[in-house]
């Protein structure tokens, strides 16, 4: 079985601050990982997703991820956050070669103060 | 490609009411979704079917949900009879992981309220 935890359901940071967005995941198999961003009112669109190889991710808007095997997690990160970054952030995992389900965290909901 | 399309965008009815809500994946996907998302819950898999078939419903709540694909480009998800607690926004989405493709892609959603 597969599950996915967000440790933070809220993150307020500062315009131009960095930000982490922290996500752990459990599997007996081996699975993809994703990173969601979900704006008010709007479906889900992928930010950057991890299948192999390199273990630092970049996304669009200047996201990056980190897949860390050891320790299960798949942290976003920006150096520096802007005002339209402020939506809800979510973590999925999809298992190698059982179906393709998707299994989302919580989410994190994202607010960039001015 | 126009992306996954689901409609209405806005479902306001009454409690008792019959509700369907459509969906149109992305041309050539073979995988469709449904989820439900709540602020209690977040997001759950309701059902999710390949090449049109259900292949698991485990995540339907209660026997008045039911889902259904009788063609490759579209697919409803049906409550019958709706309760307030069916309130929620419903996505639904699509890939096609046999052709390397491996993320969802989501449609924009249902906003249910049922009152």
């Known amino acids: 079985a597969q599950s996915v935890t967000q440790l933070d359901s809220q993150v307020p940071v500062f315009e131009e601050a960095p930000v982490e967005l922290r996500c752990n995941y459990s599997?007996?198999?081996?699975?993809?990982l994703f990173w969601y961003v979900q704006y008010p009112n709007q479906g889900l669109q992928l930010l950057l997703k991890?299948?192999?190889?390199?273990?630092l991710v970049k996304g669009i808007n200047g996201f990056e991820a980190e897949f860390n095997k050891s320790q299960t997690s798949f942290h976003l990160r920006k150096p520096s956050v802007h005002i339209s970054d402020t939506a809800e952030y979510f973590c999925?995992?999809?298992?190698?070669?059982?179906?393709?389900?998707?299994?989302f965290g919580t989410g994190t909901s994202l607010t960039v103060i001015p | 490609d126009a992306g996954v399309i689901q409609s209405p965008r806005h479902e306001v009815t009454e409690m008792g009411q019959e509700v369907t809500l459509r969906c149109k994946p992305i041309?050539?996907?073979?995988?469709l979704f449904w989820y439900r998302q709540t602020m209690m819950r977040g997001l759950e898999l309701l059902i999710y079917?390949?090449?049109?078939?259900?292949?698991?419903d485990s995540g339907m709540p209660e026997d008045r949900f039911s889902a259904k694909m009788p063609n490759a480009s579209f697919s409803t998800l049906k409550i019958q009879p709706s309760e307030p607690r069916d309130s929620a926004v419903y996505f639904c989405?699509?890939?096609?992981?046999?052709?390397?493709?491996?993320?969802?892609?989501f449609g924009q959603g249902t906003r249910l309220t049922v009152v």
């Open positions: 989405a699509s890939t096609r992981p046999g052709q390397g493709l491996t993320e969802a892609f």
């Open positions: 599997s007996s198999v081996s699975v993809y």
């Open positions: 991890y299948l192999s190889g390199s273990t």
């Open positions: 999925a995992v999809t298992p190698f070669n059982t179906g393709n389900q998707f299994y």
């Open positions: 041309s050539g996907h073979d995988y």
């Open positions: 079917f390949n090449n049109n078939v259900p292949i698991d």
